[in-house]
T-cell receptor, first 110, second 115 residues
Framework: NAGVTQTPKFQVLKTGQSMTLQCAQD?????MSWYRQDPGMGLRLIHY???????DQGEVPNGYNVSRSTTEDFPLRLLSAAPSQTSVYFC?????????FGPGTRLTVL | AQSVAQPEDQVNVAEGNPLTVKCTYS??????LFWYVQYPNRGLQFLLK??????LVKGSYGFEAEFNKSQTSFHLKKPSALVSDSALYFC?????????????FGTGTRLTVIP
């Protein structure tokens, strides 16, 4: 199993641009989530999904959209990037109370 | 509301000495507690969890954690630190089994093991 994969690893955007961070898992986990990690703030939940077709907001959802058309994929969309969205983004899937994290995407918004 | 506090941003310990990384939590129901480790430029790796049962939980790489309900703490410990244990450690909590699988993370503690 590849586990949780994320692409790209690094991305630089200009303010106002849009992009999609990809996340996929091959463990058939129903629950997936997106976090952002900022210095001194730990990880904060952006959006999560309890299964295909079902998504919900986390702690910091503004400026981000998600969809879950399949069990495997859970993309995160930035509609109009802002410098405040400069962060490291982690996708995770959960099984039996254990979260499996992807390697992260480091995003810089200029 | 759920919250986690890691009171120390940085912990330094000499190689071979015991280490402790502190964590306290606040939940309305029964806590599910977790420790994760993050090595540079990597994602988070699961170390151990407390759901129910024995208050002393053993995890990966020789780490253990003690759940103390009266003190609402879940400190991470290791009897003898290795230089390779140097990393960023996160405590996380989830409130009750009926809620969503959402974890609330502490701000992290950077552990440095000095050779």
């Amino acid at each position: 199993n590849a586990g949780v994969t994320q692409t790209p690893k690094f991305q630089v955007l200009k303010t106002g641009q849009s992009m999609t961070l990809q996340c996929a898992q091959d463990m058939n986990h129903e629950y997936m989530s997106w976090y952002r990690q900022d210095p001194g703030m730990g990880l904060r939940l952006i959006h999560y999904s309890v299964g295909a077709g079902i998504t919900d907001q986390g702690e910091v959802p503004n400026g981000y959209n998600v969809s879950r058309s399949t069990t495997e994929d859970f993309p995160l969309r930035l509609l109009s990037a802002a410098p405040s969205q400069t962060s490291v983004y982690f996708c995770a899937s959960t099984h039996r109370n254990e979260q499996f994290f992807g390697p992260g995407t480091r995003l810089t918004v200029l | 509301a759920q919250s986690v506090a890691q009171p120390e941003d940085q912990v330094n310990v000499a190689e071979g000495n015991p280490l402790t990384v502190k964590c306290t939590y606040s939940v309305s129901g029964n806590p599910y507690l977790f420790w994760y480790v993050q090595y540079p430029n990597r994602g988070l790796q699961f170390l151990l969890k407390y759901i129910t049962g024995d208050n002393l939980v053993k995890g990966s790489y020789g780490f253990e954690a003690e759940f103390n309900k009266s003190q609402t703490s879940f400190h991470l410990k290791k009897p003898s630190a290795l230089v390779s244990d140097s990393a960023l450690y996160f405590c996380a909590v989830r409130d009750s089994p009926t809620g969503a699988n959402n974890l609330f993370f502490g701000t992290g503690t950077r552990l440095t093991v000095i050779p």
